[in-house]
């Protein structure tokens, strides 16, 4: 059974940081791509950011110079890094394992709430 269990969220204020975690079971991570994404009231899932199994990144625009995806493979764990955070920042944010695009292996977390707010 694939779990992955996201950790991590909370309130801060906006300037803040926050590390949100995700901690997989049930894939061989070591060759999943794995993706964080966000999900604000009103407004479509979006990508924020992405980790290839040779750890290349991908992130989106607005959290570019900000926030840093990095994974280790011995904890079966991805993180997010989120400095510099902003009210628009606020959203829940899911964690997705995927392999090769494939859509019979495409996974997600439950998701974790972020607010920013003073």
């Known amino acids: 059974q694939v779990q992955l269990v996201e950790s991590g969220g909370g309130l801060v204020q906006p300037g803040g940081s926050l590390r949100l975690s995700c901690a997989a079971s049930?894939?061989?991570?070591?060759?999943?791509?794995m993706g964080w994404y966000r999900q604000a009231p009103g407004k479509q899932r979006e990508l924020v950011a992405a980790?290839?199994?040779?750890?290349?990144?991908n992130y989106a625009e607005p959290v570019k110079d900000r926030f840093t995806i990095s994974r280790d493979n011995a904890k079966n764990t991805v993180y997010l890094q989120m400095n510099s955070l902003k009210p628009e920042d606020t959203a829940v944010y899911y964690c997705?394992?995927?392999?090769?695009?494939?859509?019979?292996?495409?996974?997600w977390g439950q998701g974790t709430q972020v607010t920013v707010s003073s």
């Open positions: 997705n394992a995927n392999y090769l695009r494939r859509s019979d292996l495409d996974y």
């Open positions: 049930g894939i061989a991570f070591t060759i999943y791509t």
């Open positions: 980790i290839t199994a040779r750890t290349n990144t």
